[in-house]
């Protein structure tokens, strides 16, 4: 059974004024997201991309419960989603990291949430900060953490407290490329070891293939699912001849076909913007 499922989802905002010239909202409403259908397996690292304003990130606040949707079901081990849960951690871009916690403090701050007792929540936290490479760190304020080690803390705190799932809102976007691609390696290793599985939300072709085991591409706006793409490489890891696999043909050959896909849908939704601006 699937783990997470999209069921013919559609998702509308109310707008003040006219109705926006997106082909499917009435006066004075917007469609985000328009009969998203979609399966996530357990244990699935699913990436989702699609051009700005696609409504990546309702999708995933749909999943996280933080909103609902106007038609169609969000399902959860089989069950709809009505709301947060402890079941689904969340990873943002922005680390929103509690600025007089240290590092062990904010991820203590996680299990608070979950009942663990104060006695054993300093051993958890650390070893979460393992984790995520940061030991030895505990003791640092988010002001003395580069942004990297920011959102390694952030990630520590999500999986702190053992979820299922974990969502990830363009979590490295604010990063530098190898920053970035650190993380990227670094949050593999996780999923791997963890067995989570993981919804994660991109603007990059790159981040997408190289993470993704299949990768969702989503139209412009409203947001529909356009094409899942899988992605197979084997082992992930480098090479016997120590590659990097975003080196290799396997690997150019996906981001192309994600590239083409995406391609027609970045330049509709620039001609929606100008259409939009002039009217």
Known sequence: MAKIVFESVTKTFPVRGRGRKNGRGGEGEFTALDSVDLEIGPGEFMVVVGPSGCGKSTLLDLLGGLTRPTGGRVLLDGAPVTGPGLDRGTVF????????????????????????????????????????????????????????????????????????????????????????????????????????TVVFITHGIEEAVYLGQRVAVLTSRPGRVKEVVPVSFGDRGAGATGEDLRSSPEFARHRHEVWTLLHDEVARAQRLEKEEAAA
Request: glycine share 8%; aromatic share 8%; hydrophobic share 40%.
């Open 93 to 196: 871009q922005q680390y929103a990291l509690l600025p007089w916690r240290t590092a062990l403090g904010n991820v203590a701050f996680g299990l608070e949430a979950t009942g663990v007792p104060r006695r054993h929540r300093a051993a958890k936290a650390r070893e979460f900060l393992g984790l995520v490479g940061l030991t030895g760190f505990e003791d640092r304020h988010p002001h003395e953490l580069s942004g990297g080690m920011r959102q390694r803390v952030a990630i520590a705190r999500a999986l702190a407290y053992d979820p299922d799932v974990l969502l990830m809102d363009e979590p490295f976007a604010a990063l530098d490329a190898q920053t970035r691609e650190s993380l990227q390696d670094e949050l593999r290793r996780i999923w791997q070891r963890t067995g989570k």
